[in-house]
């Protein structure tokens, strides 16, 4: 009989905060080729296979259905499907993983300090420079969506694949979008976080996804694990 499939972080500090979190439910994680292996089983589960795969690919395979339930990252859910209904459920923020979706400027900007101001330096840049301002961020479509939904269009995206923090002190962006947990790191670069503008609150989630195929036993080997979690 084929198993439900559950995929975990592979490597990191969320890897070691969902391990602990399994075992304070009495369920030990057992990598089953070793350190290095992708595979793992749970202890007095056996109807469930567990995956080890980055968090990001564990949101992209929740989304194409290629696993039945998954741990990762809020952000990377909403990232990759802004409208996680029909998708994907969240069924419980595991209390590990706190984090903020935030817009950033640089401290000087002493006179922004909402979306407002930033929506008036935006059109003032496109003035005086002939071109849009520019926000980096690993975050492209829930950063379109939101901008949309504060009235802000002169502006436009530097897709970050490195330390977003670092772009407007390397003068590749004006500004950022950028998760952030205290803002210390933020604030060694010099940024500060818009007043009340924080675009999402994040946690880390156990998530089912609606799209993978379920049939009784999948549904079944589900319960017996969120009946312990």
């Known amino acids: 009989m084929a198993a439900l499939t559950l995929a975990v972080p592979s490597k990191g500090r969320l890897q ?12 030990t994680l057992k990598q089953t080729a070793g350190a290095r292996g992708y595979r793992a089983t749970l202890t007095g589960l056996p109807d469930v296979e567990v995956m080890l795969l980055s968090a990001a690919e564990i949101a ?10 998954g741990v990762t990252g809020e952000d990377l859910l909403r990232e990759q499907a802004p409208e996680l209904a029909g998708r994907i459920h969240l069924v419980k923020p595991l209390g590990f ?4 979706v935030v ?12 979306m407002a101001d930033l929506d008036d330096v ?16 690993k975050y492209v479509q829930m950063t379109r969506s939101f901008f949309a939904h504060m009235g ?4 436009r995206i530097v897709e970050s694949a490195g330390a977003t923090e670092g772009a407007p002190a390397a003068g590749t962006a ?15 670069n010099c940024l500060t976080v818009l007043e009340h503008r924080t675009i999402l609150e994040l946690h880390s989630q156990l998530a089912p996804s609606l799209t993978s195929d379920w049939n ?9 694990l969120l009946a312990l979690l």
């Open 16 to 27: 070691e905060q969902v391990n602990d979190y399994f075992a304070d439910a009495g369920v």
């Open 60 to 69: 992209t395979s929740l989304i194409s259905g290629d696993v039945h339930l």
């Open 97 to 100: 993983g706190l984090a903020s």
């Open 103 to 114: 817009v950033a400027v640089p401290q000087y900007w002493i006179d922004v300090s909402t």
């Open 122 to 137: 935006c059109a003032a840049f496109v003035q005086k420079h002939r071109r849009r301002l520019r926000i980096a961020t």
């Open 152 to 155: 802000i269009s002169d502006y």
């Open 174 to 188: 004006e500004a950022i979008v950028d998760i952030t947990t205290i803002g210390t790191t933020l604030a060694s």
């Open 216 to 224: 009784f036993d999948f549904l079944s080997a589900a319960d017996a």
